[in-house]
């Protein structure tokens, strides 16, 4: 049990490194390294990366050696273009089935991100971003689309961190929010997947920049 618990201590740290970029996308990774780092063997460490590997987050080249996951300008579209379809089923359902519970809970998510960006924290504000699109989640009460989002929500969750230093980013995402809230108050779904698809797909004006 004790085993089991370490190699879970170790996965959620390395994990934790990726998401929040002090393992940076693309870094080459050192089973070595990260044991030194962790106070740890190797061996959960080794499964650590293995666990990483079947969520997307770490990559495995043949004779290369083992990377923080990356993403070319396909992949990258192909990502958020999945990303839109089982999101925006997921803010229907959850509008349909739970509208009060949903639109609750992104306002005041939404409140909180007010704050963050009057007072410049990049880093609660992405958290709070994760937070807002889980809730979508949440509250479509569909257990297999919560398990799709759950094939990238980490990959995403590390893109935003990568992408939350820039304050135009940041803003703009801000905006795009509270349209999306203002539209799932009034009850105004069409409207929602307008903001949606601006807010998640480039070819709609999404603020992402190229990785």
Not at 18 to 32: H, R
Not at 170 to 194: C, E, F, G, K, P
Request: aromatic share 10%; charged share 20%; proline share 3%.
């Amino acid at each position: 049990m004790a085993q089991d618990l370490l190699k879970d201590v170790v996965y959620k740290r390395i994990k934790d490194m990726i998401v929040n970029g002090s393992l940076p996308m693309g870094g080459k990774l050192s089973e070595s390294a990260l044991a030194t780092r962790l106070a740890a063997s190797k061996a959960p460490v080794r499964d650590a990366l293995r666990r990483l590997q079947s969520e997307g987050l770490v990559q495995i080249k043949p004779k290369s050696g083992t990377f923080v996951f990356s993403l070319n300008d396909l992949e990258f579209k192909d990502l958020l273009e999945f990303r839109f379809y089982v999101e925006s089923k997921a803010m229907e359902l959850a509008l349909k089935k739970n509208p009060k519970q949903l639109v609750q809970e992104i306002s005041a998510i939404l409140d909180n991100m007010e704050f963050c960006i009057n007072n410049g924290s990049s880093v609660e504000y992405i958290r709070l971003d994760n937070l807002f699109h889980q809730a979508l989640f949440t509250w479509c009460q569909n257990p297999y689309l919560e398990q799709a989002y759950t094939l990238i929500s980490s990959r995403m969750a590390t893109i935003r961190n990568y992408l939350g230093s820039n304050d135009e980013h940041m803003h703009r995402s801000w905006d795009q929010h509270v349209t999306i809230v203002t539209a799932l108050r009034n009850n105004d779904y069409d409207s929602a997947l307008v903001a949606l698809q601006g807010h998640i797909l480039p070819e709609f004006g999404a603020y992402w920049g190229l990785l």
